[in-house]
């Protein structure tokens, strides 16, 4: 019997995550250290995204505003945990005990899984907001979602921001935030990180969706 699309993308992306898993569990046989424990732990905020929007798109349809906004808040908070998982290739290097090229499967493997799952959550997002208030709010919301999403990677790769310090630290946060655009100290300017994450992260999401759709009529 063939499976729904739904199906066919939850096992296709399992198959990823256990994959990962796999590698990251004989990373940590072959050395244990903070980086395998690390890799774990953002594969596992990775998903939330996904949790989100599939929250959402279900309150859209039923026409639960309050939900569906709470379900968007939450979505949008922790969406750059997929995507962030592309800069933990700055761990590439030489490690006692792990192979170079074991590395840079791992960090492939765990960068492409957070990509698969943070695309797949904003197709969850377009989808839902296109067929209920039509496609040019459905490309703004991602468009400016992917860009935030640029300046939530600067956030979490450089100031060590997690997502829930919006709601533990907001303050703090949002002064750390505005000082950062004023003097950004020994870090880099927000605004080259943010633009080459965000724009880099549209045209992929482009990309995604015009295969997709090629895939879909034939």
Known sequence: ?????????????ALLLLWCIVLITY???????????????????ATLPLLWSSAFRSAVERNRTIQAGLFFFLGLL????????????????PRPYVPLWYLMAMLLSCAGAGTLLGYLSLISVHTAIEQKWGKSTGWAVVTSSLMLCGFGIYLGRFLRVNSWDAFIHPLRLMKSMAGQFIDAGPHPHPLPVTLVFGIGLIIGYIGVRVLATVTSTK
């Not at 019997?1 to 992306?13: D, I, W």
């Not at 046989?29 to 594969?43: K, R, T």
């Open 1 to 13: 019997m063939r499976l729904s699309l739904e199906k066919q993308r939850f096992t296709a992306v």
């Open 27 to 45: 990373r940590i046989h072959l050395a244990y250290d903070w980086l395998a424990v690390g890799l774990l732990w953002n594969l596992f905020l």
């Open 78 to 93: 922790f969406f750059p945990n997929a995507p962030y998982l592309l800069t933990d290739l700055i761990h590439l290097g």
